[in-house]
Structure formats: structure tokens, C-alpha cells
């Protein structure tokens, strides 16, 4: 905590930070700097890195003009069959939505032909399908697969437990007659 404070305390009396703006252009216009940018540079000196830490910790949080359009997007994409919607799938479908919305148009917009049976077929497109296809194939496999070997190592450790138990309960029951028999042998010994 005390080095945190400190870090402040040296970021407010700074006079070495890379600028924030860039010169102005041709035309007199002053671009800024992106903060993410700015914030790379400031951690590329070392001179702040609980503060550098807490800065991209703070910048990766969702944030934006459509943040609750987002929300009602996932909402309207999640159901009770694809509660585990992957992250990867989720951006792209949010990379398709702002560039339609960006456009003023709709997907359907872009597929419809005159004459489907004469327009020429993207391989292109074509290609990608398959090669995401397949990749989600393969990534389906392999964590089904990680999956089963978790499956499993869980069950050779119960398996393993049930073992240890169970000879520890024989050895507790042969303990126990021993301890029994030798009980009534002093009974005996003693008539």
C-alpha cells in the first residue's frame, strides 16, 4: 500500500511522460495519443508498475457506447442450450453487429440475388467455412478429450481413496478382533 502511494505521489509531480499529443497535421488538427497506447509507453519505463498493473486492469473492463446494447444482445443469444456461448464466438457475432449497424444495413441485405443458381460462388468463403468448421471440430474434440482425462484421473483418485479405506477398515476390523480374542483370553487366564 505504502508503494502505491508512492507511485502516486511520483505520477502527479512527472515532467517525463511521453506526450499525450501528437502534432498537428497539415491542416492544423491535433490527434491525441490512444490511452492504451500512452499507458504501454509509461509501462515500457518500469517506473510505474503497481500503478501500470492497475491502469490495464482498469482498461480491459467492458466499456463503451453500447455496453447494454451488449447486454441485450447476449440476452437475445443465450438460451438454455448455448449457456456456454464461447467468448471468441460472442466477439465475432459483436464484430458482425456493429458492422452492419456501422452501414445501415442487415445481413440478409447482403446475401440476396437476383439469380442465386447464376451468382458466382466465394471460395473464398467457402474455404473459411470449412477451416472454421473444422478448427471447431477440432477444438470440440480436444476438450471433450481434456475432459475424459479429467474424467479419469478423478476416478483412479476415488478409485485409489475407496482402496485406502477400505484396507484401512479390514486392518481396524482385524485390529479390533485381535484386541477381542485377547480380551477374552485374560478372561480365560484369570478363571
Given at each position: 500500500e505504502d508503494l502505491y502511494?508512492?507511485?502516486?505521489?511520483?505520477?502527479?509531480?512527472d515532467q517525463t511522460f511521453p506526450?499525450?499529443?501528437?502534432?498537428?497535421?497539415?491542416?492544423?488538427?491535433?490527434k491525441h495519443v490512444r490511452i492504451d497506447?500512452?499507458?504501454?509507453?509509461?509501462?515500457?519505463?518500469?517506473?510505474?508498475?503497481?500503478?501500470?498493473?492497475?491502469?490495464?486492469?482498469?482498461?480491459?473492463?467492458?466499456?463503451?457506447?453500447?455496453?447494454?446494447?451488449?447486454?441485450?444482445?447476449?440476452?437475445?443469444i443465450?438460451?438454455?442450450?448455448?449457456?456456454?456461448l464461447h467468448i471468441d464466438t460472442y466477439n465475432s457475432y459483436q464484430t458482425?453487429?456493429?458492422?452492419?449497424?456501422?452501414r445501415g444495413t442487415?445481413?440478409?441485405?447482403?446475401?440476396?440475388?437476383?439469380?442465386?443458381?447464376?451468382?458466382?460462388?466465394?471460395?473464398?468463403?467457402?474455404?473459411?467455412?470449412?477451416?472454421?468448421?473444422?478448427?471447431y471440430r477440432r477444438d470440440l474434440e480436444k476438450k471433450n478429450h481434456e475432459q475424459e482425462s479429467r474424467n479419469k484421473k478423478l476416478k483412479s483418485k476415488k478409485d485409489a481413496k475407496a482402496k485406502y479405506e477400505k484396507e484401512e477398515k479390514e486392518q481396524m476390523e482385524k485390529q479390533m478382533k485381535r484386541k477381542k480374542r485377547r480380551e477374552a483370553n485374560e478372561k480365560n487366564n484369570k478363571k
Open positions: 502511494e508512492e507511485e502516486i505521489a511520483n505520477y502527479t509531480v506526450p499525450y499529443q501528437l502534432p498537428p497535421n497539415s491542416d492544423g488538427v491535433v497506447n500512452w499507458w504501454a509507453e509509461v509501462r515500457e519505463t518500469g517506473r510505474y508498475p503497481i500503478l501500470t498493473k492497475m491502469i490495464y486492469a482498469i482498461l480491459s473492463c467492458f466499456h463503451g457506447p453500447l455496453v447494454e446494447s451488449s447486454f441485450n444482445t447476449m440476452g437475445d443465450l438460451d438454455s442450450r448455448s449457456f456456454n458482425v453487429q456493429y458492422y452492419l449497424r456501422a442487415k445481413a440478409i441485405d447482403m446475401f440476396i440475388r437476383e439469380k442465386p443458381h447464376e451468382s458466382p460462388i466465394d471460395s473464398e468463403l467457402c474455404n473459411k467455412i470449412q477451416t472454421s468448421s473444422s478448427r
